[in-house]
């Protein structure tokens, strides 16, 4: 699809295309997944529509909170019309139970609760493996100003507080999640990417006991298999709460 517009830029999940409005691109998503910065590889036939589908609905709530993003509507279920961005290379990812790299990096033992949500900023820099920085090495690197990294932090604990509750009433817990967030024509810091669980990792509360059950891109990481069938139950909870 998308032939007769110009591809942007490919990324490991999703294609940006030109549009005929060039404050605005088509950002299409693949059924590709990768981990471990790509050294793990596999397609999900349907993947890149559940994700474009999920992102969308989340989008418009944090959008009725007032949240600035680029999402302006869905073309169709893989594909969404967004504002252009000029993307930040930073990953900010907020944690409000301890799992995954946190884990891996410190003592601190999976699936603890913190009473206070932690924020991570990585490098977005594949060459690099996408490390952990410091907000002085933000500040060293020039990437952005002190300001906007304030307000990108006040952004995303916002983002947090809806985005928690939104998850609570389909029962699923919000453990963290990664945001990208990029400057549009006029300079305003917007939320990009996608929210998926791609990107987020949510915990089935439907539980009588204490068992993880991930519905998100850890059963990929995991080998947990049931990728799809997972991604499918919360698009399915997402309509049926909407
Ligand atoms: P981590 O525990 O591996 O650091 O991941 C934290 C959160 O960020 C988790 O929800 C998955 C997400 N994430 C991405 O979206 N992209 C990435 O490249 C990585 C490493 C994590
Ligand atoms: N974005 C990561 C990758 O490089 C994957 C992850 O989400 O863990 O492949």
Redesign the pocket.
Known sequence: MNTKYELLYEGKAKKVFAHNDLDKVKIEFKDDATAF?ALKKEKFEGKGKLNCLISARIFETLIKNNIPTHFIELENENTMIAKKIKVIPL?I?L?NTA????CKQTTIKPGTFLSKPLI?F?LKDDELN?PLITKDRIELMNIISSDDLELIINLTLKINVILKNFFKNIQLKL????LEFGYDSENNILLGDEISP????LWDLNQTNDTIISL??DRFRNDLGGLIEAYSEINRRINAFL
Not at 175 to 178: I, Q
Not at 198 to 201: G, H, I, L, P, S
């Open positions: 910065n990953e990812v944690r799992y995954g790299s946190l991570d990585y996408d453990v963290d999640f990664k791609d990107n987020c990792r998100d891109k």
